[in-house]
Structures are given as structure tokens and as C-alpha cells.
């Protein structure tokens, strides 16, 4: 374990480190050992810069995000404008079906992007964005406003847990601007009317919606061409999902975990809902094909075994170069519900999405902000959550991969939160990987692991007053798989939760944070013995070069040409 030198910074204000987070993010990103003043480089930059893709505490996720990580996003096109289907800006008339009717007619052109101009517009139903290459476009967050007055439980009904009790899985789930593929999102809500609780990821309600396309041979993690059995079924440009199912030993879930020696020990055959997440589904595209052999767009994020049954398999389509941008929007507001029982006054959601995005979108008065739900290689970017307090401002989960969330605003509530709520903060979940929180503002919250074993994320330049809880069922496993790392967190009050991760999680890095301490509620780690975790400039506050580790990691692989 690696130490520093560096003593904390006692009483430092959320301005001092706001400031200081915003100048040269990648001013040092490649640079030699830094003086005092200037900053420091850890050692671990040294190592992963050496092996990017196959670091055994830091993941690579240069990649992650929209289009592999492109900094512009797509300007399709206007095709419609709202106001022609019939959407009036008084605040007064329901506009959601004359929404709907102009993404659905710009869906059935080909494509392009709706506006909504400035203006008040009223809501008593969800905003569904079900075809590719579709865009909603405001005049700005500050300037178009949906205000939806209904919640999801009314529009849709009661949404029970398919594990059972009493819990409503509105309050993880579904959003008043939903983004999924149409199909997707009505047999989502047929079974929901029937209440027959979906799967709701890649291979359908109940996941058989899948077919085999080829077996993959054996590879590393980090590969990113592999050897298939059969490319007939593939081509260029295709979206597929690489499946693994776990064994009887179970190393499919300790390999995820580092395959540490606490893992064999760890009794995984209890945990129910954990197990109900394997096999392990990530969607990527195929960029190339020679032969039998196959590239695809991002590194593979796990060993390949062929005790795990690897194949490359269909999907349920999916929505691809849809997006959202430049809107607020609000729910009625209203007294938040007991924890896990939200009626779904929720924000915006993406599901079964590939390549798609959020753009300056605010969301105010609801029960739950921005979800990703089986959704991969997407982008929010400048986002914010407002109001009277969420249990979930952010929430990542059912096998969501390769994302990035930046530039993201968390806060405060403004009405005091009622007895009874609860208040995570940044969650990742249900073996989600490859996850990025980048340049975040958090004024309440926390960084919430549900457990179910999300894996390979970070987070990183994020300033959060360090005030929620975090979740997660005892049945869905251990709080962090390998390879999380925390990087250049400014904690304004001092309270460790899961911000100071290397007692916790197996094989991570927390590098460059201010001195925590613990608080009420505090973890005892899921493995045993070594957990082969690093330390870094503890007790530091913003002095570790590079700043940000994603936009490092950006700046490295385009500089190696990878």
C-alpha cells in the first residue's frame, strides 16, 4: 500500500475547492514529478500509463461514454417543432401527446431532432423517445420547462419487485422522459399493467429474447480482437452482446472481484439477487471482421474462459443516437414518500440505450433524477438534480456499461427531508462497469454502491458534502468488485462513507482525497485477507496530477494512438 507525504487541509471551503478543481485538469496528465506547489504524480499514474488496459487497480475507461468518448456531440437536423403537433407553452394544456406525436413522426422520417421552444409546457403523461437517432431539443435548461403533474404509478400503475415485499421498483426505475426502444418500452409496461415484474435489461422481460451468433476463444482482458467460431452472423457497425455465465465455483464473480484470495472463501450461493444478474451481458459493436478473427470498439472489460460459456449473442433492438438536450424538467411538487415506496415522479431515463445522451437537462421536484437502466456507452453531460430531494439523484444499474456522467450538480433540497427518506447520491449497481462520474458538484449525496457487485468504475474531480447513506440488500452481494478507483475527491466535510475505498473494495485506488473520518454507518469488507488495494496522497486536497483521471486517460491513449 502506497502513502504520502502530505498533511490534510483542515476547514477548506466548497469555493476554495471548487476553484481549485477548475483550472489545468489535464495541465500535468503526461508531465514528470511535480514540485511541491504545483501538484503531485502518484505512482500509480506511472504504472497505468505503462499498461493501460490491463492496470490491476485502475480501469480503463478512456473509451467510455458516447461514440468512444467524443467530446461534440451529434446536431441532427430539425424536422419538427412541438408547436406544430399541436403543444402550447401556457402551462395549462397537456402537451404530451403532441410531444409524442413529433418524436414519433420525426422517428418514422429517418431521424432528426425535435425543438421545444422556450416557454412553460404541461405534462400529464411520459415523454417517450423510442427511435434511433431521434433528439428532443429545448431552448436551453434555463428557458424550456416540462412540467409533468402526474407521477408513474398513476400513468402506468403499480410497479412491484420481482424479489419481492413490498418495495415499489418505481423508485429504481422508469422515468416522465423515458428513453428505450418502442417495442422495449411497451412490453415494459404491458407486463408492469399484468404484474408480471420484468428483467429489464438487454434480452427481454424474461431474458430468452436472445439468439447465439458465434462462441469466442479464450482472451484477455483488455483484448480488443478476439477469435470467433462462426463470423458469418457478423459484420461492422453491428451491436452485439458478449455473454458470460458464471460456473458452479463461481469464478466468473471472483474474477470480477480480482480473484483474491478472499473471494473463494466469500459465500456466494446465498446471494439470490446477485446471482440473478449473471449471465453477464456488455454490449459492444464490431468494428472489424477478417476472417475469424474480430475487432471490437472497446477493450474487453473481463478475462475470457471458456469455462463460462462465452458467446457473442443478439439483443432486443436497440436506441441508438437519441438524445436529449437543453430543458428543465419538473414534477409537481410534491412530500417525498418512505424510502422504496416512491409512486415515480421521476426524471430521465435511459434503457436498453446505446450511444445516445443528455444535454443540459435539469430535473426538479423528483423522486428519482437521471437513471441509467441496461444502458451503455452513453453520455450526460451537464446535468443537475434540484429541489426538494431525491433518494436517487443518479442511478446506474441492471448492467449499464462504458458511461460517462460529467459536469453533473447535485443541489441541496430545498424543504427538509421527511422522517422516514433516504438520500444516496451517485449510485452504481447490479454488475455495472466501466462507469464514469467526472467534474461533479455534489452539494448532498454520497457515492452509493448498491451492492451486486458493480465493478472498474471511477470517479473523479468531484467536490461532494459527504451527507447521504449508502444502499443495497444484503441478498445482492458485496459492495465493489475490482478495479473501482476514487480520484481527486474534495470531501467538504470531512465524513468518509465509500469515499476512502482501499478497506473496502478489492484491487482499487483511492488517490488524492482530503482526510475523512467515519461516521454511523460503517462497512466492514466483503472479502477477506489482502484486498490488494492502494493509497495514495491521503489527506491531500487537490494536488494530485493528473487532476481528472478520465480525461488523463483520454489524453494518453490518443497520444499512444489507441
Known amino acids: 500500500m ?18 481549485g478543481a477548475a483550472v489545468g485538469a489535464l495541465g500535468a496528465a503526461t508531465a514528470g514529478p511535480a514540485a511541491a506547489g504545483p501538484g503531485q504524480v502518484p505512482r500509480l499514474w506511472r504504472e497505468f500509463t505503462r499498461d493501460p488496459v490491463r492496470h490491476p487497480q485502475i480501469p480503463f475507461v478512456g473509451r467510455s461514454g458516447y461514440g ?41 422520417a429517418g431521424g432528426g431532432t425535435v425543438t421545444v421552444p422556450a416557454g412553460t409546457f404541461r405534462l400529464d403523461g411520459p415523454i417517450r423517445l423510442g427511435h434511433s437517432h431521434v433528439v428532443l431539443r429545448g431552448a436551453g435548461s434555463g428557458r424550456t420547462t416540462l412540467y409533468a403533474t402526474r407521477n408513474l404509478t398513476e400513468l402506468i400503475g403499480p410497479y412491484g419487485s420481482r424479489y419481492g415485499g413490498d418495495k415499489s421498483s418505481w423508485s429504481w426505475a422508469g422515468g416522465l422522459i423515458w428513453l428505450a426502444p418502442q417495442a422495449r418500452w411497451d412490453s415494459l409496461t404491458e407486463a408492469i399493467r399484468a404484474r408480471q415484474w420484468p428483467f ?15 462462441a469466442v476463444a479464450p482472451a484477455r482482458r483488455g483484448d480488443r480482437t478476439v477469435t470467433v467460431t462462426d463470423p458469418a452472423g457478423l459484420r461492422p457497425g453491428a451491436l452485439v452482446l458478449l455473454r458470460l455465465a458464471d ?25 439470490s439477487k446477485l446471482l440473478s444478474y449473471v449471465p453477464y451481458e456488455w454490449p459492444v459493436r464490431v468494428t472489424r471482421v477478417h476472417g475469424h478473427r474480430v475487432t471490437l470498439e472497446r477493450p474487453l472489460p473481463l478475462d475470457v474462459r471458456p469455462e463460462w460459456d462465452p458467446w457473442l449473442t443478439t439483443h432486443v433492438p436497440e436506441l441508438t443516437g437519441a438524445g436529449v438536450e437543453g430543458l428543465t424538467l419538473e414534477a409537481v411538487e410534491t412530500v417525498q414518500r418512505p424510502h422504496l415506496l416512491d409512486l415515480g ?20 421536484h423528483t423522486d428519482n433524477g437521471f437513471g441509467l437502466v441496461a444502458a451503455s456507452a452513453c453520455t450526460l453531460r451537464r446535468t443537475r438534480v434540484a429541489g426538494r430531494g431525491s433518494p436517487h439523484p443518479y442511478f446506474c444499474r441492471e448492467g449499464s456499461h462504458d458511461n460517462l456522467i460529467e459536469d453533473f450538480t447535485i443541489e441541496e433540497r430545498t424543504t427538509p427531508a421527511p422522517a422516514g427518506t433516504q438520500l444516496h447520491g451517485i449510485n452504481v449497481e447490479g454488475l455495472s462497469s466501466y462507469n464514469v462520474w467526472s467534474r461533479g458538484d455534489m452539494r448532498m449525496g454520497t457515492f452509493d454502491s448498491h451492492r451486486g457487485l458493480p465493478f472498474a468504475g471511477v470517479r473523479t474531480d468531484i467536490t461532494v458534502t459527504n451527507d447521504g447513506r449508502h444502499g443495497g440488500d444484503a441478498s445482492a452481494g458485496p459492495l465493489f468488485g475490482a478495479r473501482f478507483t476514487h480520484w481527486n475527491i474534495r470531501v467538504t466535510n470531512g465524513r468518509a462513507g465509500l469515499v476512502k475505498i482501499d478497506g473496502l473494495a478489492p484491487c482499487s485506488a483511492t488517490v488524492g482525497i482530503n482526510e475523512v473520518r467515519e461516521f454511523d454507518q460503517i462497512d466492514v469488507p466483503d472479502f477477506d485477507g489482502d484486498l490488494n488495494s492502494r493509497l495514495e496522497l491521503y489527506g491531500t486536497s487537490d494536488v494530485v496530477r493528473p487532476r481528472n483521471l478520465y480525461e488523463a486517460q483520454r489524453a494518453h491513449t490518443k497520444g499512444a494512438g489507441r
Open 2 to 19: 502506497t502513502g504520502n507525504d502530505s498533511a490534510g487541509t483542515p476547514g477548506i471551503s466548497r469555493r476554495t475547492l471548487l476553484g
Open 68 to 108: 468512444g468518448g467524443a467530446t461534440r456531440l451529434p446536431r441532427p437536423p430539425v424536422v419538427a417543432d412541438v408547436r406544430d403537433f399541436g403543444a402550447v407553452a401556457d402551462g395549462r394544456r397537456d402537451c404530451a401527446p403532441a410531444i409524442n406525436r413529433a418524436l414519433a413522426a420525426a422517428g418514422e
Open 200 to 214: 429489464e435489461g438487454w434480452t427481454g422481460n424474461r431474458r430468452d429474447e436472445w439468439r447465439t451468433l458465434t
Open 247 to 271: 460456473d458452479a465455483g463461481h469464478t466468473l464473480l471472483r474474477h470480477m472481484a480480482g480473484d483474491g484470495p478472499g473471494t473463494a472463501a466469500y459465500p456466494w450461493d446465498d446471494k
Open 345 to 364: 415522479h421521476n426524471g430521465v431515463v435511459l434503457q436498453c440505450a446505446y450511444d445516445c445522451w443528455v444535454d443540459d437537462v435539469t430535473v426538479r
